[in-house]
């Protein structure tokens, strides 16, 4: 037998989900801060071979009730409507308890297609779009050449919650550096309050030495921000979005506040006194917590009060401070923050 085809990425969501490689790679691929898909060349598989992959697969997990698939790699909303149809088609036959069908989407993409291909799309199964909006601001969208300005970002959105799909935009904490650190907050929430989409992503950016962004940081156009100076600009970010039906998550391991996360109608609050918490700590402590949540000895706030974590985490830091007195630690929980992605 053949093997089924894998792609290397899929959201952290989609974790028990069912694969279906559609495309390889990214076919944009220019992002300045992404290195995903680098060393891949972008082609859309044959539907044939797709549809061969899906009846493979119903083959070897008959006995298991997959009730979500994701379809890959970078951006399938990119293959032509009717391409997609009839993989949907080939889906709800081989696997008729699928509830929802997602994949991740440009927004360029999603506005490419007309309203009535969008809602034949939901219909036929793909219900919920994952969109890596990043920010809301256009200086920053040119800055890390994304290929779209926020009028897109936020066509794109509304278009997709018109169609009736569940709507995830995923957002970069950081991804202005100092410099536009306000602007990304502003911007950034000023495009959700008119989208509204259904559920907002929040990771923190982890900048990769071998990226444009990168070099942008050796010649000191790009000011890294400190942990902190990200958790800051988290709260500017959460108290400008509106009271919306939305669920806010901060989900991934590169993320420094795990906690924050709720919906904008009813936990706002809640979450804004989390980061509240964590910014009014004594600064050797909120360094503490810095780096032992980077070295995953920390995972929670709370675990700061543990004696054995807090133990660790202040053994660990001298042994650093020991071997690097000069250490610039935004630099080092960016190095950590970039090798998790
Ligand atoms: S961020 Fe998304 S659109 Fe940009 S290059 Fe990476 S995969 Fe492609």
């Not at 070099?215 to 890294?224: A, D, H, I, W």
């Not at 001298?318 to 950590?336: G, M, S, T």
């Amino acid at each position: 037998m053949k093997n089924v085809e894998i792609g290397p990425i899929r959201p952290p969501s989609e974790n028990s989900s069912l694969l279906i490689r559609v495309t390889r790679g990214c076919h944009w691929n220019k992002c300045y801060f992404c290195g995903l898909y680098k060393s891949m060349q972008f082609s859309m598989r044959p539907i044939e071979e797709t549809i061969e992959d899906i009846a493979m697969q119903a083959q070897i997990y008959h006995e298991k009730n997959f009730t979500s698939c994701f379809l890959q790699d970078g951006d399938a909303l990119v293959l032509k409507t009717d391409y997609l149809l009839h993989i949907l088609d080939a889906l709800n036959c081989y696997f008729p308890n699928l509830q929802y069908i997602t994949t991740y989407a440009r927004a360029d993409s999603i506005t490419r297609k007309t309203l009535s291909e969008l809602q034949a799309l939901r219909q036929a199964g793909l219900n919920h779009l994952y969109c890596g909006m990043e920010t809301g601001s256009d200086q920053i969208l040119k800055l890390i050449n994304k290929g779209f300005q926020a009028d897109t970002v936020v066509e794109s959105g509304c278009m997709a919650k018109e169609a009736g799909m569940i709507l995830s935009e995923f957002i970069l904490l950081g991804i202005g550096g100092k410099e536009l650190s306000e602007e990304n907050a502003a911007a950034t929430a000023e495009a959700l309050n008119i989208i509204r989409p259904d559920y907002i992503r929040v990771h923190a950016t982890g900048i990769k030495p071998e990226s444009k962004l990168g070099e942008f940081v050796r010649n000191g156009s790009f000011t890294l921000q400190s942990e902190e100076e990200i958790v800051v600009e988290q709260k500017s970010f959460l108290q400008q979005l509106q009271p919306m039906d939305s669920f806010y998550i901060n989900e991934h391991i590169i993320n420094l506040l795990l906690e924050v996360r709720g919906n904008l109608q009813t936990d706002k609050a809640q979450m804004l006194s989390v980061i509240e918490r964590f910014l009014q700590l004594p600064p050797d402590e909120k360094l503490l917590f810095t780096v032992g949540r980077r070295l995953n000895i920390f995972f929670l706030l709370d675990d700061l009060k543990k004696p054995a974590l807090h133990r660790q985490a202040e053994e660990s830091m001298q042994k650093i401070l020991r071997e690097n007195p000069n250490i610039d630690f935004a630099v080092l929980c960016n190095y950590i923050r970039q090798s998790q992605i």
